[in-house]
T-cell receptor
Framework: AQSVTQPDIHITVSEGASLELRCNYSYGATPYLFWYVQSPGQGLQLLLKYFSGDTLVQGIKGFEAEFKRSQSSFNLRKPSVHWSDAAEYFCAVGGQTGANNLFFGTGTRLTVIP | DTAVSQTPKYLVTQMGNDKSIKCEQNLGHDTMYWYKQDSKKFLKIMFSYNNKELIINETVPNRFSPKSPDKAHLNLHINSLELGDSAVYFC?????????????FGQGTRLTVV
């Protein structure tokens, strides 16, 4: 069965510090992986995606993620966090047809302190 | 231009009422979706739909019905609203059958049933 686990419900980092949000997935076929960000009261914005090829993918706002098949992981990273990065982050997995019927993790809430 | 737009953004209604949420996408995508985000921020697929097939998540009550007047619209009708229907509902679209792209989400509709 498809599932996505984000083990960290809430993370607090200082502005300027590095960030890593964890995501593990379970999927019966080749996974298509995504990270979305949801700012308070807003919709979901795609940060980055992995379909194939280079396992290190770059996204918007300085984010990157690395696909590790052996660990079934797709962790999100940013070298230096900005206060505006405070939001809810969702990892999601989809099937061969791409984004069809995404399965989301439960999200990680990021708090940034000055 | 907004890629995926939903109306209304907020909806407060009484138990037992029937309501609709509208969704439009101007991306030319072939597939549209409805997701429900509960109070714990968990996102779950409700429906996916293209001009050939409606896929319904079996856990969705039949009080919920998607209606698509054309390829660019997928409205959500809810009959006999219950307190437990209170949530944020997100519409999304993607291009599935002629390419592999991510899902684009609307801003969400916060439904409150009182």
């Amino acid at each position: 069965a498809q599932s996505v686990t984000q083990p960290d419900i809430h993370i607090t980092v200082s502005e300027g510090a590095s960030l890593e949000l964890r995501c593990n997935y379970s999927y019966g076929a080749t996974p298509y992986l995504f990270w979305y960000v949801q700012s308070p009261g807003q919709g979901l914005q795609l940060l980055l995606k992995y379909f194939s090829g280079d396992t290190l993918v770059q996204g918007i706002k300085g984010f990157e993620a690395e696909f590790k098949r052996s660990q079934s992981s797709f962790n999100l990273r940013k070298p230096s966090v900005h206060w505006s990065d405070a939001a809810e982050y969702f990892c999601a997995v989809g099937g061969q047809t791409g984004a069809n019927n995404l399965f989301f993790g439960t999200g990680t809430r990021l708090t940034v302190i000055p | 231009d907004t890629a995926v737009s939903q109306t209304p953004k907020y909806l407060v209604t009484q138990m037992g009422n029937d309501k609709s949420i509208k969704c439009e996408q101007n991306l030319g995508h072939d597939t549209m979706y409805w997701y429900k985000q509960d109070s714990k921020k968990f996102l779950k697929i409700m429906f996916s739909y293209n001009n050939k097939e409606l896929i319904i998540n079996e856990t969705v009550p039949n009080r919920f019905s998607p209606k698509s007047p054309d390829k660019a619209h997928l409205n959500l009708h809810i009959n006999s609203l219950e307190l437990g229907d209170s949530a944020v509902y997100f519409c999304a679209s993607s291009q599935v059958f002629t390419g592999t792209t991510e899902a684009f989400f609307g801003q969400g509709t916060r439904l409150t049933v009182v």
